[in-house]
């Protein structure tokens, strides 16, 4: 059974207030982006890299009946078990900032303990769970000893998660100390103080859909 499907995922090295809808910065270019999937595909294993990077993700335990129509193009079902595509570690965004935007439909099994994307570099450096078993988002980047390092997080309704295409944006940017995540445009949660180094060197381990142990 489905837990959520993702669509037209994005990353680049910059929080950009813009994806969330807001004022400040200019729009978004192709060319901005280190990870673009499109998942225009509808069957294999793997999906394209649109940006410039070319950083092709590698399918694991998704079949062609995985690849499903989404809010533009497809998406790629995951079960929330063990499916995953597994990305080239050249395509995270390193520096200072980092914004990670895509498209989500939570399914009816939600809320579980859901993994979105992961990356490490020996410590946790992002993790996304929409949501948690409890109906809690986190959103995590850069750390700073102890556990979890740089957090934010918010209790959200089930409306909020699951049964609609959702656009999902989550900021931070390390000079401020701001962290942010926005829904459908709109600032839904922030917070500051969060000034957690992100990797200036590219990171070890980098996954969509499930955690470092291969599983939501």
């Known amino acids: 059974a489905a837990a959520f499907y993702l669509g037209l995922v994005c990353l680049f090295p910059f929080a950009a207030s813009a994806v969330g809808g807001g004022g400040g ?3 978004t ?3 901005d982006l280190t990870l673009w999937y499109k998942f225009d595909e509808t069957s294999g294993n793997s999906a394209a890299d649109s940006s410039a990077g070319a950083n092709t993700g590698t ?3 998704i079949d ?3 690849w499903v129509a989404g809010k533009f193009g497809n998406a790629i079902e995951l079960d929330g078990s063990n499916d995953r595509i597994d990305v080239p570690v050249a395509a995270h965004p390193l520096g200072p900032e980092v914004t990670v935007a895509f498209w989500a439909y939570g399914a009816d099994s ?3 303990n ?15 769970h929409l949501p948690w078993n409890d109906s809690w988002i986190f959103w995590d980047a850069g750390y700073t000893p102890p556990p979890p390092g740089d957090r934010i997080s ?3 309704t089930a409306s909020e998660f699951k049964g609609s295409w959702v656009h999902w944006a989550f900021t931070k940017n390390t000079t401020t100390g701001n962290m942010k995540i926005y829904h459908n445009g709109t600032l839904w949660h922030s917070d500051t103080g969060m000034t957690g180094a992100l990797p200036t060197n590219p990171v070890t381990m980098f ?6 142990n291969d599983n939501q």
């Open 64 to 66: 062609d009946a995985d």
């Open 207 to 212: 996954k969509i859909g499930s955690n470092k």
């Open 29 to 31: 270019r192709a060319a």
């Open 59 to 61: 399918l694991q335990n």
């Open 114 to 128: 859901t993994t979105i994307f992961y990356s490490e570099n020996g410590d946790r450096v992002l993790n996304i």
């Open 25 to 27: 910065d200019p729009p």
């Open 154 to 156: 918010k209790l959200a």
């Open 110 to 112: 939600l809320p579980l």
